[in-house]
């Protein structure tokens, strides 16, 4: 640093050439250069700053301009922060500074620095003041360390204030140097109270004896630890866990050690209880085995243990006296080698299902007995750590008394059925002896020669007449019994309501004030046309009897959310229509509404209504996926009211066309008929030959697939029965589709179980009976719709 002074460039400052400087200068700088503490010295009133090498890192950045600038000029950061003390020096005064803070331009930014000054005024020969010198120290690693200590000191001391036990420090000379805030509790004392006290200051005589081994042991570096009864000071008994850590020195020695007094009088409560709980659960599991193991041997029912190898681990005694076998000849080989053969696929899925962790409950398969029968078992088996665990019942004699039951349930259903029939049976006979009485008196009127024409009429529409209405009784049955092939078409309720409106007038006579209310909107409905029609009509014929023949009757139409409670069935949500039919007649007693949908059944004295008109409107109803309710009150009248399913409009809904009946010219279109009556068969073919038809007979499918064999494209349709011997016609229709799928085929029926249930298959139908005008009708549109299709595919 001297060769920097002796070069730099003095006679541009307030202090001139160095060779003028005076002697104080010259000797306070000598000094200031020579010492290895860390000074500057600042020279006459601007302040000359000179420095020396080991004051150099303090100046950072300013280093490059500090040697000979003015003090306040070069620290002017600082200035105002230490100007009173430079004042006091230059006024003859030295003062010293330790860790003084000072705010200082470092890096670019303002830090926070601590330092330690000692500032000496410079006197001249004639003890004027005419410079300063200062000793520095930055201290500031120092300050932030002993915050950071302190801080830490005071976190360490808030925690063991906050732990629930004593925590304390003594040296070699067991003298407290450091106690927590639990001293205060245990000892009635303040921490700071405790620190400087000898152990014995504490401790009594007995106390002190009974861990002075425990000193000398942790005084040797060993820890220790020791359990002792210390009453608490109010006399209540305390046990205390106390735990002794020696602290070594930089030089290994033992220098003190770490004390720690935990209550662990809760804790060993606890720990008594625990062990009382366990020893008494001990008792209770060696009881709860005893009662296992005589459960085990005693149970009617089978336990087993099995694995999923299929072989049983263990079997309590049942299973020998259920099948004979002893358990070491059943854990002998797999248990699979007793199943019965058709249930051991079952028996494999279940155990994979056990395998896949899942229970298996209610499951019944056969074992071998050892006399060589079979015994049914019923499982309930869950996995549990790669075993199976089973409960097993013999479910034998439950099984022959389930069969049994069935059979009386099926024998006593027959009767029933019988019954039904037997009721049916004379209704039918009843109607349709009438009906035959009219048929054989017209024939036989129409035996008798020279009959005239007017009569010979007369007696064959009496006859046609009698026919529509035998029709119409087996319509009626068997739309109870759900058993006809209805024909579902959508259509507007009201408009229909409206059509079948002009004939309910006639029927009920001009004494019955009729009034048809329908709602605004139209509503649609995918029901039979024909058959929604003629229930209308039978509630309109039973509410005009209900009522003499003279009151008011009310036909409503109205949408409705849904169907209400009826007859111990729950709602069922819609969109549905309804059309409730109201009377003002005699009502109906509560105990006959439960009855009036059963056929034959009937309040109308003998001779009027055959009790099956109410039947008919249930039947129609249940079997179009609706209901039909009845509210009656005796005295002032009956509403029945008809819930069926509302659909979409269908696209292009408008009137209706009705088809005029009359006979269509066969022209030429070829016909085979498949049908196995003979008197039918023959008939239907005479029918369509005066009509033009080239008709082709055949008396079941086996025939008719022998036909379409020789030329199946000589002909343009099949007519065929459904109800035959053998393969029926639905399966016949199907057979035709598969190997001449262009050739059309119409069925016909009167009764079917089968259409009934599942439609037509696609397929087109005729209800028997039929006239040969509805006959041609049929065959032409769909002949014509094959030679249509022909030609576009031409």
Same mark, same amino acid.
């Given at each position: ?157 808030? /925690? ?49 004896? $009974? ?19 210390? &009453? ?85 005694? $049942? ?58 078992? $019923? ?26 039951? *069935? ?13 039904? /029939?037997?009721?049916? #049976? ?39 007449? #009698? *026919?529509?209405? %035998? ?201 085979? *008929? ?10 239907? #073919? ?14 079941? %499918? ?22 035959? &011997? ?69």
């Amino acid at each position: 640093m001297g060769a920097l002074v002796r070069a730099h460039d003095w006679s541009r400052t307030p202090l001139g050439p160095s060779e003028g400087w005076p002697a104080a200068l010259k000797v306070a700088l000598n000094l200031v250069l020579a010492s290895p503490e860390s000074m500057f010295l600042a020279w006459g009133p601007d302040l000359t700053f000179f420095f020396n090498d080991t004051y150099r890192p303090i100046l950072g950045p300013r280093l490059s301009r500090a040697l000979g600038a003015p003090m306040p000029e070069l620290w002017s950061d600082v200035w105002e922060q230490v100007r009173p003390v430079i004042e006091l020096a230059l006024a003859g005064t030295a003062s010293r500074f330790d860790d003084l803070p000072l705010a200082m331009a470092r890096h670019g930014v303002e830090e926070e620095t601590w330092w330690s000054f000692s500032y000496s005024p410079i006197r001249d020969e004639h003890e004027a003041v005419v410079g300063l010198f200062c000793v520095v120290n930055e201290t500031t690693q120092r300050v932030l360390t002993e915050r950071a200590l302190r801080a830490r000191e005071a976190e360490l001391l808030l /925690i063991t204030d906050s732990l629930p036990l004593l925590i304390a420090f003594i040296d070699r000379g067991l003298v407290y140097r450091f106690a927590n805030r639990a001293y205060e509790d245990w000892f009635a004392r303040a921490p700071e109270d405790v620190v400087g006290l000898h152990v014995r200051d504490l401790l009594d005589a007995m106390d002190y004896s $009974a861990r002075e081994d425990a000193f000398t042991r942790v005084l040797s570096g060993e820890p220790a630890r020791l359990e002792l009864d210390w &009453p608490r000071r109010d006399g209540s008994p305390r046990i205390a866990d106390i735990r002794y850590l020696p602290r070594r020195a930089e030089d290994g020695t033992v220098d003190g050690f770490y004390v720690f007094v935990l209550d662990v009088t809760d804790r060993k409560q606890v720990e008594r209880m625990l062990r009382e709980t366990n020893e008494d659960l001990e008792r209770r599991v060696e009881e709860r085995t005893r009662q296992l193991d005589q459960v085990w041997r005693h149970s009617r029912d089978m336990l087993c243990v099995a694995d999923f190898g299929a072989r049983f681990v263990s079997l309590n005694p $049942a299973w020998a006296a259920t099948l004979g076998w002893s358990p070491e000849e059943m854990m002998a080989a797999s248990f699979l080698d007793l199943v019965h053969p058709d249930d051991r696929d079952a028996t494999v899925t279940a155990m994979s299902g056990l395998a896949r962790g899942e229970s298996v409950l209610g499951f019944e398969n056969r074992y071998r007995h050892k006399d060589g029968g079979y015994r049914w078992l $019923a499982w309930n088996s869950v996995p549990r750590d790669g075993l199976i665990y089973g409960v097993v019942r013999d479910i034998t004699f439950e099984k022959s008394q389930t069969a049994a039951l *069935v059979t009386a349930e099926e024998a006593l259903r027959q009767a029933q059925k019988m019954e039904a /029939i037997g009721q049916l #049976t004379g209704g039918v006979a009843h109607d349709f002896n009438n009906l035959l009485t009219v048929i054989k008196s017209s024939t036989d009127l129409l035996k008798r020669p020279e009959l005239p024409d007017e009569r010979r009429l007369r007696y064959v529409g009496a006859i046609s007449d #009698t *026919v529509d209405r %035998a029709a119409k009784l087996t319509a009626q049955l068997l739309a109870f019994a759900r058993r006809q092939a209805l024909k579902p078409e959508v259509f507007e309720v009201g408009r229909s309501l409206g059509a079948v409106g002009d004939m309910i007038g006639t029927l009920t006579g001009s004494r019955i004030a009729v009034d048809v209310r329908v709602a605004g909107a139209a509503c649609f409905v995918d029901a039979d046309l024909s058959q929604f029609d003629t229930a209308i009509v039978n509630m309109v014929v039973n509410a005009r009897d209900a009522m003499g023949g003279e009151g008011d009757l009310v036909i409503a139409m109205a949408e409705a959310a849904g169907v209400p409670a009826i007859r111990g069935h729950g709602p069922v949500p819609g969109p549905y229509v309804a059309i409730a039919i109201s009377d003002t007649g005699a009502g109906i007693a509560q105990a006959d509404i439960e009855r009036i949908f059963e056929p034959f059944f009937t309040t109308k004295g003998v001779g009027h209504g055959t009790g099956l008109g109410l039947s008919q409107v249930f039947g129609f109803a249940k079997q179009s996926g609706g209901d039909v309710a009845v509210e009656s009150e005796v005295g002032r009248g009956t509403t029945f009211t008809l819930y069926l399913p509302r659909v979409e409009a269908p696209l292009g809904a408008g009137d209706i066309d009705v088809e005029p009946e009359e006979l269509v010219d066969g022209h030429g279109t070829r016909v085979l *008929v498949v049908e196995d009556n003979v008197e039918v068969g023959r008939f239907a #073919t005479q029918s369509l030959a005066e009509l033009g038809y080239a008709t082709v007979w055949a008396a079941n %499918a086996a025939e008719a697939l022998a036909e379409l064999a020789k030329d199946g494209g000589r002909f343009d349709v099949v007519f065929s029965d459904v109800v035959m &011997p053998g393969m029926d016609g639905i399966e016949l229709g199907h057979e035709i589709r598969k190997l001449y799928h262009d050739l059309p085929v119409v069925l016909t029926s009167g009764y079917s179980h089968v259409l009934a249930k599942n439609g037509t298959y696609g397929f087109e139908l005729l209800h028997k009976p039929y006239s040969v005008a509805e006959l041609s009708r049929v065959l032409r549109k769909v002949a014509a719709w094959r030679r249509r299709k022909s030609a576009l595919g031409a």
